[in-house]
């Protein structure tokens, strides 16, 4: 990229012409073809979540996350309508094509409107959608809603420091490790190193790219194993 000085010779930002302040996410579903990612709904969707969450025995699921496990189904429940709540967090639900049932939780968070970034996170996904694609497809359909269809500039994804598992998920997904954020929270009374990761709209198409051939129907065999990663697609 060129460098952009002033007329003291000092380096300064590229500029960003005509710019505007980008839109909130609208609570509107996105459909792809594994799976359906709509506004949770906890009358709706908690029962099924619930159910599917049930399947992880041993609330691994829940050992990164600020909420969690739950101590019975009312628990989950009010705890899901306290999250929809939350100022700043528009959460949506996966639901799965072939089922037709709700199996993860996503959301948008730290919308800065003014410099057109955005975070997804809150991903909670039962044992049923980790390693699908479905799961991968929902990520897919949030990114392409905040770069093509709100002009978004930043693209954000932020974990524990400890959790090698997220961590791995950005960089398949496309991500690029920015760094890790010392004591940045204390999370169920311990403290979060974040670790920081990021898309941005000039990476966009290129990753874009990758996940649509990914998720191209001749990327999977008759019994629905890929071809082709990926990672190894993302790593291009």
């Excluded at 459909?31 to 599917?52: I, K, N, Q, S, W």
């Excluded at 090698?164 to 999370?187: D, K, N, T, W, Y």
């Excluded at 966009?204 to 194993?225: H, Q, S, T, V, Y």
Aim: proline share 5%; net charge neutral; hydrophobic share 40%.
């Amino acid at each position: 990229m060129t460098e952009h000085t002033n007329h003291l010779g000092q380096p300064i930002g590229f500029p960003v012409d005509g710019w505007i302040a980008r839109e909130r996410p609208p609570r509107t579903a996105m459909t792809g073809r594994f799976c359906r990612v709509e506004p949770l709904d906890a009358d709706r969707h908690a029962a099924e979540l619930y159910a599917a969450n049930s399947a992880d025995r041993d609330g691994r699921m829940w050992t990164y996350l600020p909420w969690g496990p739950y101590d019975g189904f009312d628990d989950y429940l009010a705890a899901t309508k306290a999250g929809l709540r939350r100022e700043g967090f528009i959460t949506y639900a996966v639901n799965d094509m072939a089922s037709g049932k709700a199996v993860g939780v996503a959301s948008y968070l730290n919308i800065n409107l003014t410099a057109g970034s955005i975070e997804v996170g809150g991903i909670a996904y039962a044992p049923v959608l980790q390693r699908k694609p479905a799961g991968t497809e929902a990520m897919y359909l949030m990114m392409r809603r905040a770069f093509d269809e709100l002009g978004y500039r930043r693209y954000e994804w932020k974990c524990n420091a400890l959790n090698a598992a997220s961590r791995r998920a950005a960089v398949r997904l496309g991500f690029e490790f920015e760094g890790v954020f010392p004591q940045h929270m204390i999370v169920k009374g311990r403290n979060r190193d974040t670790a920081w990761f990021s898309i941005t709209d000039s990476e966009w198409p290129g990753i874009k790219d990758a996940f649509e051939r990914w998720l191209d129907p001749g990327n999977f065999d008759a019994d629905g194993r890929q071809r082709t990663s990926l990672s190894a697609l993302t790593a291009c």
